[in-house]
């Protein structure tokens, strides 16, 4: 039995909250379970120093956790004059995972800065982060779109992420904390809503695991991800219909 007494293939409780940034062009306040991120979408109509006169544009992220959002205080990465090794591989996480899905070329020359700031965290916070990214991002080319700013939408489809985990349970979909600070194997699977990988990443944190586990892993996230993007889509269209 797992420690929350959820079935192997059942995904913590998720909601999406829209419009919670009230300046931002696309905000998403995302739960699953006890984790909470807001993602904030912010449009400037610049790129990077690489991307001009390319006619392209560009899709980044930035990621933070305050200090309280775990058991204990953390620093913060601002009083310390640098980010740690975890915080740039995971906002880099969430740029790949978002700029798979947007044609970047009708973008134009604009960027779009996803800040994702963990409130409080209990498991899966790049994950969360990536599925409610993906929401402010939708709600930001929306709004671009409604203004004539664009002329389509260039969104190519869905992405969310969602962990799963070697436990003493067995193979288990979305890990909490107390699963997956204690599982021997550990997976994240970055997927769009067409069936397409955008990223997987896996590590055996005691001996190696086999092929098969892999494959088990796959299949649960797969199932996570089915609710995830059901909760995408109804974030949006709640957001739109008001």
Not at 80 to 102: N, W
Request: net charge neutral.
């Amino acid at each position: 039995m797992r420690p929350s007494g959820r079935q192997p293939n059942q995904m913590r409780p998720v909601t999406i909250e829209t419009g919670f940034a009230r300046h931002a062009e696309g905000s998403a306040l995302i739960r699953v379970g006890g984790t909470e991120v807001l993602c904030v979408a912010s449009v400037e109509s610049r790129v990077p120093p690489f991307l001009r006169g390319k006619g392209t544009g560009w899709v980044t992220a930035e990621y933070g956790m305050l200090p309280r959002a775990t058991h204990t205080r953390g620093n913060r990465e601002a009083a310390k004059g640098k980010q740690s090794g975890r915080t740039q591989e995971i906002q880099r996480l969430i740029g790949r995972s978002l700029r798979s899905v947007v044609d970047l070329a009708a973008l134009g020359e604009m960027s779009i800065t996803l800040d994702c700031d963990v409130l409080n965290a209990d498991g899966g916070t790049r994950c969360a982060s990536i599925t409610g990214a993906w929401v402010a991002l939708r709600l930001a080319l929306g709004q671009l779109v409604a203004k004539n700013v664009l002329s389509h939408m260039p969104l190519r489809g869905q992405v969310a992420a969602v962990s799963c985990g070697l436990t003493k349970a067995g193979p288990v979909l979305d890990l909490d904390y107390e699963e997956d600070s204690a599982a021997a194997a550990d997976t994240n699977f970055v997927l769009t809503a067409d069936r397409r990988i955008v990223e997987i990443q896996g590590t055996a944190e005691d001996a190696p695991f086999t092929e098969d586990a892999f494959n088990e892993l796959f299949a649960l996230a797969r199932t996570g991800v089915s609710v995830l993007f059901d909760a995408q889509t109804l974030a949006v269209e709640t957001a739109e219909s008001r």
